[in-house]
């Protein structure tokens, strides 16, 4: 029985009680799948739970950070152990010449909500891979946002560049103080075949994966930082039809790492 009841109360950090579908759902095909798929999984989690004879626990030792094929990522530097998972919703932004309409887009950031993952990391891997392409189909309604549609995950910091080359993460919140990150990029690899393109499965492609380390300014014993399993986040491969300046909606996997 008390197995049956830390699995509910668990898998209740990453669903509502029932399918939560947005106005016009029907008409969206992917969006309608994806939400399937999600709640399938998730009923038969609730399923296997009523079976074990001892409930799994939110250890951070036993979660594994996905590896990118073909090509990894640099592995996660020696002595240093995994601190939070955050899944990643927001915008990869770009600016467009408006002169040259044969230019590239030229990325200027990303601005991001980071909600606490970290223990469906740990427990349910195959849940938390669903949910950047599930996050991507649906749109926050401002950075504060307090859960993760259609998830309950709750904001656990944000993710912004303080400036043209500094991607940043503020995990600091009234919940939970676990660092401010100041990063600069140590490596980038594709984002792996069938990764989703965008919402709807129409876009352009997602961003690659990255491992991020500290700058000169981090708190909280942060180090390192990944982003795996993106969703979308790409621009057009060139600014025709594009105005001066646009936003990208993405999702992603964000490990962090601490010495």
């Known amino acids: 029985m008390l197995s049956q009841?830390?699995?509910v109360s668990a898998l209740c950090a990453v669903a509502f009680s029932a399918p939560t579908f947005s106005p016009g759902a029907a008409e969206r095909p992917v969006e309608m799948?994806?939400?399937?798929?999600?709640?399938?999984?998730?009923?038969?989690?609730?399923?296997?739970?009523?079976?074990?004879?001892?409930?799994?626990?939110?250890?951070?030792?036993?979660?594994?950070?996905?590896?990118?094929?073909?090509?990894?990522?640099?592995?996660?530097?020696?002595?240093?152990?995994?601190?939070?998972?955050a899944i990643g919703r927001g915008t990869q932004n770009y600016t467009c010449s408006t002169t040259n309409t044969t230019a590239a887009p030229s990325a200027i950031g990303a601005i991001a909500t980071l909600y606490n993952a970290t223990c469906v990391a740990s427990t349910y891997p195959d849940l938390l891979a669903m949910l950047p392409k599930l996050a991507l189909q649906f749109n926050l309604t401002g950075p504060n946002e307090r859960s993760l549609n259609p998830s309950n995950l709750v904001v656990s910091g944000h993710h912004y560049f303080s400036n043209g080359t500094t991607p940043a993460f503020d995990l600091d919140t009234a919940a939970m103080k676990l660092g401010f990150a100041p990063t600069q990029k140590n490596s980038s690899v594709p984002a792996p075949a069938g990764a989703a393109v965008g919402q709807e499965d129409v876009g352009f492609g997602a961003v690659a994966w990255l491992k991020l380390t500290t700058r000169i300014g981090a708190t909280g014993d942060l180090q390192e930082v990944y982003r795996i399993n993106t969703a979308g986040g790409n621009p057009p491969a060139t600014c025709e039809g594009m105005p001066a300046a646009f936003e990208i909606q993405y999702a992603a996997e964000y490990w962090f790492f601490e010495s």
Do not use: E
């Open 5 to 7: 009841i830390w699995v």
């Open 33 to 85: 799948k994806v939400l399937s798929d999600y709640f399938h999984m998730l009923g038969s989690k609730v399923q296997a739970g009523r079976q074990m004879a001892q409930a799994p626990v939110c250890n951070l030792a036993n979660a594994a950070m996905p590896v990118a094929s073909p090509t990894p990522l640099p592995a996660v530097s020696a002595g240093l152990s995994l601190k939070h998972v």
